[in-house]
T-cell receptor, first 110, second 109 residues
Framework: DGGITQSPKYLFRKEGQNVTLSCEQN?????MYWYRQDPGQGLRLIYY???????QKGDIAEGYSVSREKKESFPLTVTSAQKNPTAFYLC?????????FGEGSWLTVV | GQSLEQPSEVTAVEGAIVQINCTYQ??????LSWYQQHDGGAPTFLSY????GLEETGRFSSFLSRSDSYGYLLLQELQMKDSASYFC??????????FGAGTRLFVKA
């Protein structure tokens, strides 16, 4: 079945470490996104990409980085510069009017 | 600026009807979407309204009034499994979408 696969589901990061969240889609969508969700809150856009080798900052890009070397893949790196990274991270892709989400990755700083 | 406003919480009883409102302020408007998210899960698409009026999909309906910058999601014959968060969202063009803060729906027996 077509969909979006995120890994890992749960990740623990030590202070000062960079971690990378994987996101793969087989929906053949050009547009891909990373959102951050804090408990009881809405979704905030970190980065988005409309096409391979191109991406734009969203509303809260500081402390994060992405790459888009393949249409299917859009990994997110949470760098040590992100001071409060504990959150639920959602990868998504979209058609013109519909966004399809992965199952999410829980990142906790220990 | 661009923003969407929706109530933070709504409570209703099983079998009842509930309406979740959303008002938006955006520069450029293409339509209003609704997403459902259960605790710990991923948001899933419910509906999209590009034109004024009511769109019905089973127990769920969505309404849009472009002149009022307002829409709502209507859930009928509420079931316990409808307890979730509901987000309104607006595509802003260029494949970017803005989400509201979400409305948490509690369905009571």
């Amino acid at each position: 079945d077509g969909g979006i696969t995120q890994s890992p589901k749960y990740l623990f990061r030590k202070e000062g470490q960079n971690v990378t969240l994987s996101c793969e889609q087989n929906l053949n969508h050009d547009a891909m996104y990373w959102y951050r969700q804090d408990p009881g809150q809405g979704l905030r856009l970190i980065y988005y990409s409309q096409i391979v080798n191109d991406f734009q900052k969203g509303d809260i890009a500081e402390g994060y980085s992405v790459s888009r070397e393949k249409k299917e893949s859009f990994p997110l790196t949470v760098t040590s510069a992100q001071k409060n990274p504990t959150a639920f991270y959602l990868c998504a892709s979209s058609t013109r009017n519909t966004i399809y989400f992965g199952e999410g990755s829980w990142l906790t700083v220990v | 600026g661009q923003s969407l406003e929706q109530p933070s919480e709504v409570t209703a009883v099983e079998g009842a009807i509930v309406q979740i409102n959303c008002t938006y302020q955006t520069s450029g408007f293409y339509g209003l979407s609704w997403y459902q998210q259960h605790d710990g899960g991923a948001p899933t698409f419910l509906s999209y309204n590009a034109l004024d009026g009511l769109e019905e999909t089973g127990r769920f309906s969505s309404f849009l009034s472009r002149s009022d910058s307002y829409g709502y999601l209507l859930l009928q014959e509420l079931q316990m499994k409808d307890s979730a968060s509901y987000f309104c969202a607006v595509p802003t063009g260029g494949f970017k979408t803005i989400f509201g803060a979400g409305t948490r729906l509690f369905v009571k027996a």
